[in-house]
């Protein structure tokens, strides 16, 4: 698509901001593959994202993300889906700033709490009835996905969501 950079346009922000929902149609608008880095970790280890968590903790968990990650951004440009945690190690920003542009959905917590009550699948969530743990982990992480170099709010409908993506992607496209 003309003035979009050719490069991967990665999908960041805290769980339920919807990166899997807008990342599959902004792929679809961009003609590119769609990647979610969840489902490459599930797909390179044979373990859904509960079990590893489970079998091996967190740390674990957050190096295959890594790997995936790696894997992603050496293929041709796509649009991505990186998990909720994807912005806490530097080595991902150093990834990202090199191959791709980043985009915050970003989503006030209230919104993401209704969005993400009665979900199940996310080990980070559970436990955690009230969303206590979630939300200091949302205070924790949102100055991370502020480092994005686009913002969007990402609580209006899909369709306009990947509107203002595009419409973002022009401007960087010019200045770069
Ligand atoms: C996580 C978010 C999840 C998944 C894992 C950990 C996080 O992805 O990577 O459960 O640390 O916020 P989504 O953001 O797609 O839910």
């Given at each position: 698509m003309e003035g979009i950079p050719f490069k991967h346009m990665a999908l960041v922000g805290f769980?339920?901001?919807?990166k899997s929902t807008i990342g599959a149609r902004l792929a679809a608008e961009l003609r590119r593959p769609f990647v979610d880095t969840d489902r490459l970790v599930e797909e390179l280890t044979g373990s859904s994202i509960p079990a590893i968590f489970s079998a091996y903790g967190e740390p674990v968990f957050r190096e295959h993300e890594h790997q995936a990650l790696v894997q992603a951004l050496a293929q041709p440009p796509s649009v991505l889906a990186t998990?909720?945690?994807?912005?806490?190690r530097e080595g991902n920003w150093q990834l990202l700033a090199e191959h791709a542009v980043s985009i915050w959905l970003q989503v006030p917590f209230a919104e993401i709490r209704r969005r993400l009550a009665?979900?199940?699948?996310r080990p980070l969530l559970q436990g955690d009835p009230e969303f206590e743990q979630a939300h200091r982990l949302f205070v924790q992480r949102e100055p991370l996905y502020r480092r994005a170099d686009i913002h969007v709010d990402?609580?209006?409908?899909p369709a306009r969501v990947v509107d203002s993506i595009l419409e973002a992607l022009r401007h960087v496209g010019k200045e770069r």
């Open positions: 769980m339920g901001c919807g998990g909720g945690g994807v912005v806490m009665g979900t199940s699948g990402a609580t209006a409908p």
